[in-house]
């Protein structure tokens, strides 16, 4: 056995991310949550318009923000929760 859990037994949590429904499990964050459904690229660089994603996964940078019900959040340090409407993006301003 490879001590790997090949069924995940935490509850479905579904949301919206750029218009699609994914489902997620509860506990993970937004950012894992959207890494598990295939969804890397969370945001265009402001300066150049390269795609930006998760990067440092702990909440110190600003490269995973998304607009998560209309407040820019990091998705690395919001957990995913039913009914959650996340955009891609989000104002690195708003988290002065």
């Known amino acids: 056995m490879s001590g790997r859990v090949s069924d995940d037994a ?3 949590v579904r949301f919206t991310f750029a218009g ?5 499990r509860a506990g ?3 950012a894992m949550a959207l890494w598990a459904a295939g969804e890397q690229v969370l ?3 402001s ?3 390269a795609p930006r994603a998760v990067l440092c996964n702990m909440g110190i ?4 923000l998304v607009s998560v019900d209309g407040e820019s959040l ?3 340090t919001t957990p995913v929760r039913d009914g959650m409407v996340i955009e891609r993006g989000g104002r690195p301003e708003a988290q002065a």
């Open 10 to 12: 935490r509850a479905a």
């Open 20 to 24: 699609q429904e994914i489902t997620g």
């Open 28 to 30: 993970d964050t937004v």
């Open 43 to 45: 945001r265009q660089s």
């Open 47 to 49: 300066r150049n318009g």
């Open 61 to 64: 940078c600003y490269e995973c």
């Open 74 to 76: 990091r998705a690395c």
